[in-house]
């Protein structure tokens, strides 16, 4: 037996070892790979329901949100038609009120006006009835004169309308509020 | 109602006789000066009054507004 001949042999020595090594490497990987093709199948069994109940869970509570949304809106449209409501009683109710208190107002105003034109109207015939007076006398006064030959003018004739000359307004302007 | 008539009656003649003195044949030129004035004066005073009516109702409505804190009338 050369030196050849024991290479040879050392390398079938080592092949054997290394084919025996690679079959159980290979043996346990399988056994591997079976453990996790096993888990797999397991965890996906487990995991679909799960998901089909998680899906199922979120239909409800979407459909949740939505009766909460429509809740939301009925409320907003509820609380709309009570203001409107409230504000259209409101109004009814405070109407009769400014109405009258208006017309009471309105009248009161009325009056107010009436009796100062009537007053205005009153002092322009006082004041016409005083220039005509004025003008008599003063006729008469000159007559007077004129009979007696005196040019002195009498003492006792006073303007009664030195005052007043003009008619107080044809036109009413009292203090008005308004 | 004789009486009353006759106290109707009576201040018509004194009105008359106020406004266009003791002559008769003046009294329809008095009577239609004062109506007249009247007229104007009854006029007038209805349209401040209506003025002051609807013055008085938007300030209301106003005051209403503003208590109810909703946008009243410009």
Redesign the interface.
Known sequence: MDFDDLLKLALSIFLIISGLALAYLFLRMAGVFQRVSASLRALTDEIVPILNKAQTTMDGVNREIDRVDEIMVTAVNTTKGAEAAV?TV?STL?FP???L???V??????????RA??SA?LADDAAAAARRAHEAARRASEAARAAEGAPSAPAGVQDPTASSAAPSTAK?RHA?P? | MRWFLLAIIGGIVGWLCVQGGPDPRRWPSAAQREFG??R???E???E??????????ER??RE?AAA?G?PGPV
């Open positions: 504000g409101t405070t009120i400014r109405k208190g208006g017309a107002e309105g009248v009161r105003e009325a009056v107010r006006t009436y034109r009537r109207d009413v008005s308004y | 004035r009247m104007s004066a009854a007038e005073a209805v401040a009054g209506k003025t002051a009516a609807s013055l008085y109702e209301m409505e209403l109810a909703r």
